[in-house]
């Protein structure tokens, strides 16, 4: 089973809105990552969290972490077209990084 | 910085022949990591390097598949005989140690025809 998976296969959201991607994961962690992969491209961090950290932000980026019940979300707001992509969580163990399958965001014009 | 740098982007080989994938790591990097993309399965873990040593290949196939680092400025993913399910996105990635910035390349997408 995944240690690290989104909620959503996939989200629509026209642009200006705000949307929110939601991970869940099942081992103990040091750190959750966010990232973003576009067509073509590896995967690209967008924002790492620690586990003492409750949010983090980067830009219109915002993401939580919740540690008791092993969640985490990824809210973007004021979207734009080019934030289409795959959003992945990415749980950081001892050393491996392990990636939930991904929520496709398409942001319709 | 060019980031990680892999080669070739694109391979096409016939079943049954060995198909090598490089990597060179981003300077100064001590992990590297290896991941199989693919539509059913997602990212999937392979193998990771740490300073060169092989830490962890719980993710590599037992057999066909073979990862070596032999300095630090490169590293090779290798699959002998390949075959259809082979065909995947292969991603290289390397990070100086733990909770930092995983930074990866844009990948080999490996055909087996």
């Known amino acids: 089973s995944q240690l690290a998976e989104e909620n959503s296969w996939a989200l629509s959201v026209h642009e200006g809105e705000s949307v929110t991607v939601n991970c869940s994961y099942k081992t103990s962690i040091t750190a959750l990552q966010w990232y973003r992969q576009k067509s073509g491209k590896g995967p690209a961090q967008l924002i790492l969290?620690?586990?003492?950290?409750r949010e983090k932000r980067n830009g219109r980026l915002r993401a939580t972490l919740d540690t008791s019940s092993q969640s985490s979300s990824l809210s973007i707001t004021a979207t734009r077209c080019e934030d289409t992509a795959v959003y992945f969580c990415?749980?950081?163990?001892?050393?491996?990084?392990?990636f939930g399958k991904g929520t496709q965001l398409i942001i319709q014009p | 910085n060019a980031g990680v740098i892999q080669t070739p982007r694109h391979k096409v080989t016939g079943k049954g022949q060995e198909a090598t994938l490089w990597c060179e790591p981003i300077s100064g990097h001590s992990a590297v990591f290896w991941y199989r993309q693919t539509i059913v399965q997602g990212l999937e873990f392979l193998t990771y390097?740490?300073?060169?040593?092989?830490?962890?290949d719980s993710g590599m196939p037992k057999e066909r598949f073979s990862a070596q680092m032999p300095n630090q400025s490169h590293s090779t993913l290798k699959i002998q005989s390949t075959q259809p399910q082979d065909s995947a996105v292969y991603l290289c990635?390397?990070?100086?140690?733990?909770?930092?910035?995983?930074?990866f390349g844009k990948g080999t997408r490996l055909t087996v025809v």
């Open positions: 390097f740490r300073n060169q040593a092989p830490i962890d």
């Open positions: 990635a390397s990070s100086y140690i733990k909770n930092t910035e995983v930074f």
């Open positions: 990415a749980t950081r163990g001892a050393d491996r990084l392990t």
């Open positions: 969290i620690r586990s003492n950290e």
